[in-house]
Nanobody, 123 residues
């Protein structure tokens, strides 16, 4: 499975961005797609995830009500709509795929990773 993340950029606080994660290769093996982020000098943290075939979604508390994850199976793409962005949302965002049928917010369980896309939020 190959993952290509895109959509990052520079936005003012309160603005919006939509990240995309395009999957290719053995996409039938994917169970969950997750978004993680890593700011400088901080550990990678879970942001959101969506089941590849079902309806389950999850969010870290700090983005609930502001971020929305969705998918387009026809396009093999997962989106992360980010609204009302805050300076603390600035980070490199990574999408990752978990082939195991176990819901998880731990980066250790996600086997395939994209290259990351940078989100910068100016105050």
């Amino acid at each position: 499975v190959q993952l290509q993340a895109s959509g990052g950029g520079l936005v003012q606080a309160g603005g919006s961005l939509r990240l995309s994660c395009a999957a290719s290769g053995r996409t039938l093996t994917i169970d969950t797609i997750g978004w993680f982020r890593q700011a400088p000098a901080k550990e990678r943290e879970f942001v959101s995830a969506i089941s590849w075939r079902g309806s389950r979604t999850g969010y870290v508390d700090s983005v609930k009500g502001r971020f929305t994850i969705s998918r387009d199976n026809a396009e093999n793409t997962v989106y992360l709509q980010m609204n009302d962005l805050k300076p603390e949302d600035a980070a490199v965002y990574y999408c990752a795929a978990d082939p195991t049928p176990i819901w998880s917010t731990s980066a250790r369980r996600y086997y395939y990773w994209g290259q990351g896309t940078l989100v910068t939020v100016s105050s």
